[in-house]
């Protein structure tokens, strides 16, 4: 099976820019759930939690998920699987299930950066993010205790990067470096 490249991690920590990225760098195509969920829907993501909640986005999420393991796309000239790139949301893995299909068809990454870091970049956006605005918390404070409830979630995935201090370029190229070097050992292991 051609190894997929799946990126995980907190909100904000770059998994979008950087799945764009080493979908470039390696000539794969670039799956990004989020905004696949986001047209299939409609809506945006936030605007799903408002009017249906979070249970509801968790399984539209599941059932991409699903699909994307499921997929058995072949490249037309050689017959091999396809490879790609797979942007997963940030609480994706926190489902076993999504964590088990993910795991079968591909290397997860997570990628990690330090909650001051995730608020700078969130800034004043974070006000259309319904994960963020629960409980009316400070945001440092409700990015912490998010962290916190997922952090065995994302301590599964057998690779992780923190990215706090990294340009996306940089980000890219140590994912791809990782990814590689994992792949020599791991590949075969693929099913």
């Known amino acids: 099976m051609a190894p997929k490249l799946i990126l995980t991690g907190f909100m904000a920590t770059g998994k979008s820019v950087a799945a764009r990225a080493c979908a470039q760098i390696l000539g794969w195509r670039l799956i990004d759930c989020d905004a696949i969920i986001t047209a299939r829907a409609g809506r945006p993501i936030a605007e799903i939690f408002r009017a249906h909640g979070e ?13 994307i393991a499921g997929e058995r796309r072949r490249c037309p000239q050689c017959g091999k ?20 299909a993910l795991s079968r068809i591909g290397v997860i990454v997570c990628l990690t950066a330090r909650p001051e870091v995730i ?8 006000a259309s993010r319904p994960m963020l605005t629960a409980g009316g918390k ?7 205790e998010l962290i916190a409830a997922r952090r065995e979630a994302y301590a599964r995935a057998p690779l992780s990067l923190d990215a706090s ?10 994912i791809v ?12 292991t693929l099913s």
Do not use: C, M
């Open 138 to 144: 400070p945001l440092p404070e409700r990015i912490a």
């Open 81 to 100: 699987p396809l490879p790609a790139v797979i942007a997963t949301g940030g609480g994706a893995i926190v489902d076993p299930r999504n964590f088990a």
């Open 55 to 67: 249970a509801h986005f968790r399984t539209l999420e599941r059932e991409l998920i699903a699909d």
């Open 165 to 174: 201090d990294l340009t996306i370029d940089q980000t890219a190229a140590a």
């Open 177 to 188: 470096a990782a990814f590689a070097t994992y792949g020599r050992k791991s590949w075969a």
């Open 119 to 126: 608020a700078r970049r969130i800034g004043p956006a974070a």
